[in-house]
């Protein structure tokens, strides 16, 4: 599958990516492309941008600079409705699931339709059912959330996500919280929805079994720049010392720089207030 999707288009398009949160600079100038019907894996350590590049890619945040092309449309030159149409075409699921707690799976999984569509209540009812069966829970349409396990909460929020047919589907840490049966049933389940829906697939996690098994190709993300864009046999074979660190989960020491130490305990009022350091 991964040579296979070298050869068709991208359907985003990332170039010169720049973020900062304050003065402080959080994505480098990133490049990447994820093309169509792929599984591109997002991976990293803590704090190495990840998140903010997801938001990026959903088109829920704009950057400082650079250019997010998504389905061929310049995200940020688009007009609000433009936007607005665009973002139909993604689907999102959310870390802990994030179903509303008083309605039912059903009412969950039609919110979508509701808000997007002129459906009658009948039809929506039959499209939330088969979407239900897709993600294994066919008859939980009437239970409430709070009476699902976890990993039946992530499968519910799957299947809102893909209730309107999007184009690109998203995943925020899939796996978090879940045991390894179910975990490998979750990946299951994304692999199917790659090969039988044809959807691109965009995934964040730190579970490397699980990025190993759906991953067409990793891009690792390491102090808000790309490391590394491949297979998954590529990936193991790289000559990195930092991606070895982090597939074997081993730590790294920091070196402390004294001046950058004392600057961050003073909070530059050392200088702030002409004392000498």
Request: proline share 4%; no cysteine.
């Given at each position: 599958m991964a040579e296979a999707a070298q050869n068709r288009p991208a359907v985003i398009e990332v170039r010169?990516?720049?973020t900062h949160y304050g003065s402080r600079q959080i994505l480098n100038g990133?490049?990447?492309?994820?093309?169509?019907?792929?599984i591109m894996v997002i991976m990293g350590g803590s704090g190495s941008g990840k998140s903010t590049f997801l938001r990026h890619l959903m088109a829920l945040q704009r950057p400082t600079s650079g250019v997010i092309k998504i389905l061929g449309e310049d995200v940020w030159s688009l007009s609000q409705k433009a936007l607005f149409n665009l973002?139909?075409?993604?689907?999102?699921?959310?870390?802990?699931?994030?179903l509303f707690s008083?309605?039912?799976?059903?009412?969950?999984?039609m919110l979508p339709l509701y808000e997007h569509t002129k459906l009658d209540r009948m039809t929506m009812e039959i499209m939330a059912r088969m979407k239900l069966e897709v993600v294994d829970l066919g008859g939980f349409e009437n239970l409430m959330p709070s009476e699902l396990s976890g990993g039946m909460?992530?499968?519910?929020?799957?299947?809102?996500?893909?209730?309107?047919?999007?184009?690109?589907?998203?995943f925020d840490e899939p796996s978090a919280g879940l045991d390894p049966v179910v975990s490998s049933q979750l990946d299951d389940m994304i692999l199917r929805l790659?090969?039988?829906m044809g959807m691109t697939i965009c995934v964040v996690t730190h579970e490397l079994e699980s990025a190993f098994k759906i991953a067409d190709r990793i891009t690792v993300l390491d102090r808000g720049d790309i490391l590394f864009v491949?297979?998954?046999?590529?990936?193991?074979?790289?000559?990195?010392?930092?991606?070895q660190n982090l597939l074997n989960r081993r730590s790294e020491e920091a070196e402390i720089d004294a001046d950058e130490y004392l600057?961050?305990?003073?909070?530059?009022?050392?200088?702030?207030?002409?004392?000498?350091?």
């Open positions: 010169n990516l720049v990133i490049n990447v492309d994820i093309v169509e019907g792929e973002r139909k075409k993604l689907g999102v699921t959310f870390q802990g699931g994030a008083s309605m039912t799976v059903g009412e969950n999984i909460i992530k499968r519910a929020a799957v299947a809102r996500a893909i209730i309107m047919d999007p184009r690109i589907l998203f790659r090969d039988a491949g297979t998954v046999a590529e990936l193991k074979s790289h000559p990195s010392e930092r991606i600057r961050r305990l003073t909070g530059d009022k050392l200088e702030a207030e002409g004392m000498p350091r």
